[in-house]
């Protein structure tokens, strides 16, 4: 079962991906890779928040594997963050390679945290 879950949840997640990052692209342009960025903190945010709420709640397993590492991971995007920011460092943006490296690691962290404080107030 749980295996149907990370499937269903997992496409689930790619499609919010996509739509997320491209909403975010849209607003913000293309220059630097925001909507990667966006997507990489709002997916640190829910995960903090879906596995804290999980140890506080009746969630089955099933269903958490399903939102955890299929949804999740099909929604976040490290492996697009680690490729644009090569290609940035590559065309010698190195200024916008060191803020998405910062802005992803510091921001994805804050995220995760406001999501496991979140998770621990209900």
Known sequence: ???IYIGVFGGLGCLSR???SGWIFKLAGR????GTLGVNILGSFLLGLIMEGSLR???SSDLRMGL???FMGGFTTFSTFSY????LIEEGSLLHAGLNI???IIV????AAAGIVLARQF
Do not use: D, I, N
């Not at 220059?31 to 925001?34: A, C, I, Q, R």
């Not at 644009?84 to 290609?87: C, D, N, P, S, V």
């Open 1 to 3: 079962m749980q295996w």
């Open 18 to 20: 996509y739509m997320v």
């Open 31 to 34: 220059g630097f890779p925001y």
């Open 57 to 59: 709640s009746t969630l």
């Open 68 to 70: 955890t590492v299929g």
């Open 84 to 87: 644009e920011t090569f290609r």
């Open 102 to 104: 910062l802005l992803s």
């Open 108 to 111: 994805c962290l804050a995220g």
